[in-house]
T-cell receptor, first 114, second 113 residues
Framework: DVKVTQSSRYLVKRTGEKVFLECVQD?????MFWYRQDPGLGLRLIYF???????EKGDIPEGYSVSREKKERFSLILESASTNQTSMYLC?????????????FGPGTRLTVL | GESVGLHLPTLSVQEGDNSIINCAYS??????FIWYKQESGKGPQFIID?????DKRQGQRVTVLLNKTVKHLSLQIAATQPGDSAVYFC????????????FGTGTRLKVLA
């Protein structure tokens, strides 16, 4: 089974803090994704990566950056957290082999910015 | 508590009955579809997928139906159990093109004992 893990389930930070969210997958997947999930809005893509050191902006990249130094790990960084970044953050990965590109999700990190 | 499910349409089903959850997808070029289940406080869990060259696919207690003419997807759950209570949402993808998925906002399924 695919396993995607996220470093924290719950996180509370203060406005202006730098925040790191870590995601690790154990299936040697090429693609990794960061989403945020808010009531009534569904999943919105922040960034994704299709290879080590490669990244592309999603629909709402403002206020976020990412890092993928190793294939299995994809980090989301909030350079200066703001209250409107309070949300559920979900990491996902997919094989990227073109035949089956199912996205598998981690358990999520609920971030509260005070 | 978990706030992901606020403002969602809700389907209430008696335990043991069948459930049907619907999804209207947006892009006629989408050719791969997934249903996810998300329990309170957890990440989405893959349930079943279907490609556009199929109209129906069955799994264990679940069936997905695809109607490309009207861009409609449905998830049928047979003999609904209390453990099926969750938010269900669909995702569509243009396979071979963008890596991006379009996700529905979801339907909350409540199983009544």
């Amino acid at each position: 089974d695919v396993k995607v893990t996220q470093s924290s389930r719950y996180l509370v930070k203060r406005t202006g803090e730098k925040v790191f969210l870590e995601c690790v997958q154990d299936m040697d997947h090429e693609n990794m994704f960061w989403y945020r999930q808010d009531p009534g809005l569904g999943l919105r893509l922040i960034y994704f990566s299709y290879d080590v050191k490669m990244k592309e902006k999603g629909d709402i990249p403002e206020g976020y950056s990412v890092s993928r130094e190793k294939k299995e790990r994809f980090s989301l960084i909030l350079e200066s957290a703001s209250t409107n970044q309070t949300s559920m953050y979900l990491c996902a990965s997919s094989s990227g082999d073109g035949s089956t590109d199912t996205q598998y999700f981690g358990p999520g990190t609920r971030l509260t910015v005070l | 508590g978990e706030s992901v499910g606020l403002h969602l349409p809700t389907l209430s089903v008696q335990e043991g009955d069948n459930s049907i959850i619907n999804c209207a997808y947006s892009n006629s070029a989408s050719d791969y579809f997934i249903w996810y289940k998300q329990e309170s406080g957890k990440g989405p869990q893959f349930i079943i997928d279907i490609r556009s060259n199929m109209d129906k696919r069955q799994g264990q207690r679940v069936t997905v139906l695809l109607n490309k003419t009207v861009k409609h997807l449905s998830l049928q759950i047979a003999a609904t159990q209390p453990g099926d209570s969750a938010v269900y949402f669909c995702a569509e993808n243009i396979r071979g093109g963008t890596y991006k998925y379009i996700f529905g906002t979801g339907t909350r399924l409540k199983v009544l004992a």
